[in-house]
């Protein structure tokens, strides 16, 4: 074991053991009083200072550059990846108000302690390839079957490959969300779509724990329609100039806003809204205003 390898083991070792223990102490505080998961008065009073300065009576393009512009300044703490999850998603962020978390696209409950080892194994197998392959050497499907046995239980609703995995994009804990390997892989970088004859939400059954369906280069999630869309329009305010073009023309805005119109804002999305607006120092517009979508021009 080099010496490199030695010290990561140790930062990660500790990192996990604080994950842990957060985890552990937020699910205790949740149990013992309501509102720590989420204080409507609190989020009221800070929803208030931060849209202060913004004049909502703007035309609609107007509002988008106010918008984009609040939303980019007061993103001070721009949140590397390997802390944002672990560090503050499965721990804290992405709780649900029973203390587990929920896969995003399958409405699966899972124990963040799960969430926090599993992925504290995968890095740890890919710090450990890293160390025993050369990857330049290595054929490109090869590198591919790799990456795809190794998946975390995080999912960016924007690919990675839309913005060349680039920070501080990568770590926007705005659009990251709990999501099983076997989703996250059902996914891929296909932009979300809305088959006809998949009605999922509409079903006797309900959501049954899919990950939803996957045609050709589209998407559709069984579960998270709303949130998903939320968080990709705030995206689209945040980062206008980011995604490249190819994947930025398969964006299908009207089917977003749709979405985002049929499943309203939820009190675990208020939770995750302010959550990150304490670590971050930024908020998405959607969710505190969810009538935006009716007055910006894109």
Sequence with gaps: MSEALRTDL??????????????????????ENPTHYFDEAEDKETKEAYYQTLSFEQDGHELYQALHELVKGTHFHQIPYHESTSKHLYPW?????????????????????????????????????????????????????????????????????????QEPMKGDLHHLFTCEPRCNSMRSNHPYHDFAEYTPERSVAGIRDACGKQ????????YGKGIVARA????????????????????????????????????????????????????????????LTDKIEW
């Design 93 to 165: 962020v992405d709780l649900q108000e029973n203390g587990m978390l929920k896969s995003i696209y399958a409405g699966k409950e899972q124990d963040p302690e799960e969430a926090i080892k599993h992925d504290y194994q995968v890095a740890l197998e890919k710090r450990k390839m890293a160390e025993t392959y050369s990857f330049n050497e290595l054929p490109p499907h090869t590198i591919t079957e790799m990456e795809q046995k190794l998946k975390y239980n995080c999912e960016h609703v924007v690919p990675q490959s839309w913005f060349r995995k």
């Design 215 to 222: 045609e050709g280069n589209f998407f559709e999630p069984e």
């Design 10 to 31: 140790v930062a990660w070792d500790l990192a996990f053991h604080d994950a842990l223990l957060q985890a552990e102490e937020h699910k205790r505080r949740i149990q």
């Design 232 to 291: 990709t329009l705030y995206f689209l305010i945040r980062y206008p100039e980011e995604i490249q073009n190819e994947f930025y023309h398969q964006i299908d805005r009207t089917l977003l806003i749709r979405w985002h119109n049929e499943f309203p804002v939820s009190r675990y999305e208020k939770h995750r809204n302010q959550a990150i607006y304490v670590i971050q120092g930024n908020r998405n517009p959607f969710i505190d205003f969810p009538e």
